[in-house]
């Protein structure tokens, strides 16, 4: 099992709708999670930490659900900005070394 | 302020040849990775620093792979006799923290734009 799986999508969903996706991780000691976004091209640039008692920007809300070790990432009344690629990012930290762990990311795209 | 920044942004090599890519991280950072992403995928963990020190190569592909951080500083990941399957974005990332029991927050990743690496 990989340590950080998302689905590939790609999530084609038209202008206005709901979307969600998850990623789930298989280190349940991971401390922290976030959610990074990825235009073609581009550099990832963060989109929102997930903290336990999930939280919400604007119309984006991201939550963790330890117990499934899940966290998903629901974004509101979609733009057509916000077709991109959502890269899920999990830290175990401990041990020697911390090193973050990136998922393959969720490609999503948006039509009018 | 100054965000990450990678130089250069395009480089084309033969095969063979060696490459040099330097990354500059934000001033006071004192974690640094590198990561590489093929077209259309993933990002590939390559090495990380903390400080001057990588406690973690495990994602160094091979030998010919090597990186160093220098006054806690800049960086510069080098390929030596480089292969076509090099050829990749690598990107540098840093960070206020290595993320060990630090407060969330620090430990986000800002990213340099990325050197587009090329072996012909």
């Known amino acids: 099992r990989k340590e950080v799986e998302q689905d590939p999508g790609p999530f084609n969903v038209p202008e206005g709708a709901t979307v969600a996706f998850n990623c789930t991780y298989s280190?349940?000691?991971?401390?922290?999670f976030f959610w990074y976004r990825q235009d073609c091209r581009k550099e990832p640039k963060l989109l929102m930490s997930?903290?336990?008692s999930g939280n919400e920007d604007g119309r984006f809300t991201a939550q963790l659900n330890r117990a499934s070790q899940y966290i998903s990432l629901l974004i509101r009344d979609s733009k057509l900005s916000d077709s991109a690629t959502y890269l899920c990012?999990?830290?175990?930290?401990?041990?020697?070394?911390?090193?973050?762990?990136f998922g393959s990311g969720t490609r999503l795209s948006i039509r009018p | 302020g100054a965000g990450v920044s990678q130089s250069p942004s395009n480089k084309v090599t033969e095969k063979g040849k060696d490459v040099e890519l330097r990354c500059d991280p934000i001033?006071?950072?004192?974690?640094l990775y590198w990561y590489r992403q093929s077209l259309g995928q993933g990002l590939e963990f390559l090495i990380y620093?903390?400080?001057?020190?990588?406690?973690?190569k495990s994602g160094l592909p091979s030998d010919r792979f090597s990186a160093e951080r220098t006054g806690g500083s800049v960086s510069t990941l080098t390929i030596q006799r480089t292969q076509q399957e090099d050829s990749a974005v690598y990107l540098c990332?840093?960070?206020?923290?290595?993320?060990?029991?630090?407060?969330?927050?620090?430990?986000?990743?800002?990213f340099g734009p990325g050197t587009r690496l090329t072996v012909l």
């Open positions: 620093f903390q400080g001057n020190s990588a406690p973690d």
């Open positions: 990012v999990v830290n175990p930290v401990g041990g020697s070394a911390s090193k973050i762990i």
């Open positions: 280190n349940s000691a991971s401390q922290s």
């Open positions: 001033s006071g950072h004192t974690a």
């Open positions: 997930v903290y336990s």
């Open positions: 990332a840093s960070s206020l923290t290595g993320g060990r029991g630090a407060p969330l927050i620090s430990d986000t990743q800002y």
